[in-house]
Every structure is written in structure tokens, then in C-alpha cells.
């Protein structure tokens, strides 16, 4: 057998490579950033507004858990049926549209309206953000060559925790002073601005009179079904890891908030800082992993241990962390291991983008990151459910039990990393 490339050489404009350096590439890969931000902005304002939204339409921890699960109805749908398109399809274009339908999405539970508004404005703007992970990854590292994937890749998910460590305050003070649908307003603003930018200086690889680029051995020789691709060992391991992971990034946008106030005692004003803290930490774990796993593929280590063994550590830290919740007391014990815990444990994107680019062949690249995206989200959906029945049943020794659930999902996530990653192998296998 023989490893086949999975990578495009990359185009070049006016006989200069577009990958890897030109300023061309780090403009879009900045913009990309602040598009995540956004997204993530928009995802966590009902976390930050839950007792607000609560006492204000009169819901159970329940009800508003199958609210916030409404955001990823039609969130796993919308993001393989566009990263399908994007094989196809412009992603500039693409992530244009989906930024328009953000801001039109949060308009109706802004206006007013009950329950029923709310859900379908959630759904709406689920539809809209569900691809864009997928396709920002996409759009930024078809820019770079697989070797520098990492950083490019690692600063579109510290987008993600950018997005709300930067608004949560602001938002916070927002919801305290002026009400939470003066926040969905703020938001909405914010989608408008961010697509006016992108449509002026937005690109996609290989455009501005860039040349065809020349077509890798994996489409020359055929385009590898989807099937093999979700049927390999590395494509199912890095999906089950970033589900846990995921679940662990669903849990923090939602129910955070709620459980540093109601169950850890703090004030409104201190949970919307401190809940920034897993987020940061989050961040630096992001950066240290592309660090890491970027010098270690430039040493010739093997993907299987530079992103599998090294995601798959920080799912395993991140589950200790959880685990060890109920063995300590004192809210800042408490408060200190769950930062920690969702701060690592809900690192590993970065790591799954990267591996299913480097799995999938160019032509397939949208559509398999877009299938994982979809399974993945998944957990958006029932993990807000689960712990609002959790809550509802146990009261504040709900949010413990939930946490001590994500341990346990981190731990089988990090397994699944170390023992099923390796994209070297099935990438042979699948051109065999």
C-alpha cells in the first residue's frame, strides 16, 4: 500500500504561492477569527441571561434546557448539508449568507414575543451557525500547507473562546442593566458589521486571478466515497472525541452561568467574569497544542501521536478535573477545577479540523468535516436537556451530578483518541 497525499498543492497568484505566509491568507484567517466570535457570542447570551429568561417567561430548568437544545434542532442538518455545498460552492459566499441569517435570526425573540418565539428564533439562528466551524476551518486551511495547518487552525477555535471571553462581560452588563433582548439587539449588530468587512475584504484560497491548482494523486486517481471516510477508524475516533469534548463546550454555554450563581453562591456581576475563566484557559490550551503538535509533525512524529496522543491528553486532564469534583469543598475549589476541567477538556477542536483535513482529500474535505460537525453537535442538543432535568430532580446538587457526567464522557473521548487516531493508516487504506 501506498500513502496517498490528501492535500491540494496550493495555487499561487501571480507565481507566488498563496499558502502558508502571504498576507492574503492571515487577512482571511483574522476575519475568520472574528466570525467565531460572533458565532460563539451569539451561542452563549441565553447561558449568561438564563435566570433573567427564566424568571421572565416563567420556565422550568427544563423547559429552558429544551429551549437552549432548540439552538441545535436543525444545527447538525445545516452543517453537513453545507459542508457538502462547500466542496462546491464559494466559502466565502457561504460564510456571507450564513452571517446575514445570524443577524435576521435574533430579531423576532428581540422584538418580544414568549416561548414560542424564542424557540423558533433559536432554531432559525441554529440552522445558520451550524455550518460555520466546518466552513471557517475550511476556508482558512485551504490557505496552508498541512505542516502549518496548526496554528491557522488553532487561532479559528480560539475564536470560539475569544467570542466569549470577550462579550461576556459586556453582554452580562447588558442583560443587568438594559435586559436580555437589548442583548440579542447588540448581537445582531454585530453579525451585520462582521459580513460588511468579510463581503469588502473576504477571499477564498486561490482567487484574484489565481491559477488552477494542480490536482493531487487522491483526486486524480478518484474521489474516495464519504463512506470510507466515515467508516475509517481515525474518522469515528476523532468524531467521539470532539462529541465529549463538545458536550463539555454545551454544558459551559448554558448551564455555566447558572451554577456559579445558584449553586457556587456567586453574584450576577461575579458569574459573568468568572465564567471567562475555563474559556481562557481554554485558549492557552489551544495555543500550546498547535505549538506542540506543530513542532512534533516538523520532527517527523507521526499524526497519530502529534494530534491523537496530544487531544487525547487534554480530553484525559479535562475528565480528571470533573471527576474530582464531588472529593473538594469550597466554592473557589469547586470554582478552580471546573475552569480547569471545561477549560481542557473543551480544547480538542482544533485537533478533530485538523486530522479530518488531513484524512480527507481535497474534494471531500468539506462534506467530512461538515459530517463530523453534524454528529458532534449533537451533544449541543441533549447535553442542556439533560442537565436541566438534572437540575429540576436534584436541585443544585444537579449541576455536580452533570459535571461528573462530563467527566465520564471526557474520559471515554480521550480513549477514543488515543486508541483510534491515526490518519496515516487510514489514509493508505482508503486508496488501497
Wanted: net charge positive.
Amino acid at each position: 500500500m501506498t500513502a496517498v497525499p490528501t492535500l491540494p498543492q496550493l495555487p499561487t497568484v501571480d507565481g507566488r504561492s498563496t499558502g502558508g505566509g502571504s498576507r492574503r491568507a492571515w487577512t482571511v484567517t483574522a476575519l475568520l477569527v472574528v466570525f467565531m466570535m460572533v458565532n460563539f457570542a451569539d451561542k452563549s447570551v441565553l447561558g449568561l441571561a438564563a435566570d433573567e429568561i427564566r424568571d421572565d417567561l416563567h420556565l422550568s430548568a427544563t423547559r429552558f434546557g429544551l429551549a437552549n437544545g432548540a439552538f441545535f434542532l436543525l444545527f447538525s442538518v445545516a452543517a453537513i448539508a453545507v459542508g457538502l455545498a462547500a466542496d462546491r460552492v464559494s466559502p466565502k459566499l457561504l460564510l456571507l449568507v450564513m452571517a446575514l441569517l445570524w443577524s435576521v435570526a435574533q430579531v423576532p425573540a428581540a422584538l418580544g414575543g414568549g416561548l414560542g418565539v424564542l424557540v423558533a428564533s433559536r432554531v432559525l439562528l441554529g440552522a445558520a451557525e451550524g455550518p460555520a466551524f466546518p466552513v471557517a476551518q475550511q476556508a482558512t486551511l485551504a490557505w496552508f500547507p498541512d505542516h502549518r495547518r496548526n496554528l491557522p487552525g488553532a487561532l479559528i477555535t480560539l475564536g470560539v473562546t475569544l467570542g466569549v471571553i470577550v462579550s461576556a462581560p459586556g453582554l452580562s452588563w447588558v442583560i443587568q442593566h438594559h435586559g436580555w433582548r437589548a442583548a440579542l439587539w447588540v448581537l445582531a449588530g454585530a453579525g451585520l458589521v462582521w459580513a460588511v468587512v468579510w463581503k469588502a475584504f473576504g477571499a477564498d484560497a486561490g482567487s484574484r486571478g489565481a491559477t488552477t491548482p494542480a490536482r493531487s494523486e487522491a483526486d486524480t486517481r478518484g474521489a474516495v466515497p464519504y463512506r470510507r471516510i466515515f467508516a475509517s477508524r481515525t474518522w469515528i475516533g476523532v468524531t467521539s472525541a470532539y462529541f465529549s469534548s463538545y458536550w463539555a463546550v454545551a454544558l459551559m454555554l448554558v448551564w455555566l452561568p447558572s451554577y456559579l450563581r445558584n449553586a457556587l453562591g456567586y453574584s450576577a456581576g461575579e458569574a459573568g467574569t468568572l465564567v471567562v475563566a475555563p474559556w481562557t484557559i481554554g485558549a492557552v490550551a489551544l495555543l500550546a497544542q498547535a505549538g506542540i503538535t506543530g513542532h512534533l509533525l516538523r520532527r517527523g512524529v507521526p499524526s497519530r501521536r502529534a494530534r491523537g496522543w496530544v487531544g487525547g491528553t487534554l480530553l484525559g486532564l479535562g475528565a480528571l478535573c470533573c471527576l474530582a469534583l464531588p472529593l473538594v469543598d469550597g466554592a473557589g475549589a469547586k470554582t478552580a477545577l471546573v475552569a480547569v476541567g471545561f477549560g481542557l477538556g473543551g480544547s480538542y477542536a482544533t485537533v478533530a479540523a485538523t486530522t479530518v483535513a488531513e484524512l480527507a482529500p481535497p474534494s471531500r474535505a468539506g462534506g467530512a468535516l461538515g459530517g463530523m460537525n453534524a454528529v458532534v453537535t449533537t451533544a449541543g442538543l441533549a447535553a442542556p436537556a439533560v442537565v436541566g432535568a438534572l437540575v429540576d430532580t436534584r436541585g443544585t446538587a444537579g449541576y455536580q451530578t452533570a459535571m461528573v457526567l462530563s467527566g465520564l464522557l471526557l474520559a471515554l473521548g480521550a480513549a477514543a483518541s488515543f486508541l483510534l487516531v491515526d490518519p496515516v493508516r487510514d489514509t493508505a487504506r482508503m486508496h488501497d
